[in-house]
């Protein structure tokens, strides 16, 4: 009789180190299992903000640099034709036309130079004016990219130490 208790024992013995090698494998595996969410939604929205306030700006930066100096000149000229140059836009236009001609009185280096000068001046009011007419007739476009939050729920089960020694599942989740 005691053989077959002996052999009972050692035949659960057996069984429950196999059972403690098994969960030992298990916790080494550290098996999760995860509820895979979808990818986020993206939400992309394209709307007009006004005017070209870039354009504008350079418009009114390039318009000034140039009707600044004409104004110095027109208002501390000697020259009768010079106080056209109070005229924006056209003034340098104007002045052109009345300047006088080289001769005994007035050199011809300094007119020629004077002449290239006004329609420099000209050309660059000219394209001041244009830019910031354009940029008040052009909108500009702005895209907003919303990437919405996922809000499906998720589910996360992984071993874990229970109390001081023993073992067991965790799950983590978001609901």
């Not at 709307?47 to 009114?60: H, K």
């Not at 056209?90 to 004077?114: F, H, K, M, Y």
């Not at 499906?152 to 983590?172: D, E």
């Amino acid at each position: 009789m005691k053989r077959p208790l002996l052999f009972g024992l050692a035949l659960a013995s057996l069984g429950s180190i196999g059972l403690a090698l098994q969960s030992r494998e298990a916790w080494a595996q550290s098996t999760e299992a995860t509820l895979s969410a979808p990818p986020t939604a993206v939400d992309t929205t394209t709307y007009s903000t006004g005017p070209s306030m870039e354009m504008v700006g350079s418009g009114i930066g390039t318009f000034a640099l140039s009707y600044l100096p004409a104004v110095v000149v027109g208002a501390t000229s000697g020259l009768d034709a010079d106080r056209t140059l109070f005229v924006p836009l056209a003034g340098p236009w104007l002045d052109l036309t009345q300047r006088p001609r080289c001769g005994p009185i007035v050199s011809c280096n300094t007119e020629d130079t004077a002449k290239v000068l006004l329609v420099t001046d000209g050309v660059f009011q000219a394209i001041g004016a244009i830019s910031i007419v354009g940029g008040l007739l052009t909108t500009t476009r702005e895209t907003r990219t919303v990437r919405a939050a996922d809000m499906r729920p998720t589910l996360r089960i992984s071993p874990a130490s229970v109390g001081g020694k023993g073992y067991g599942l965790m799950a983590l989740g978001s609901f």
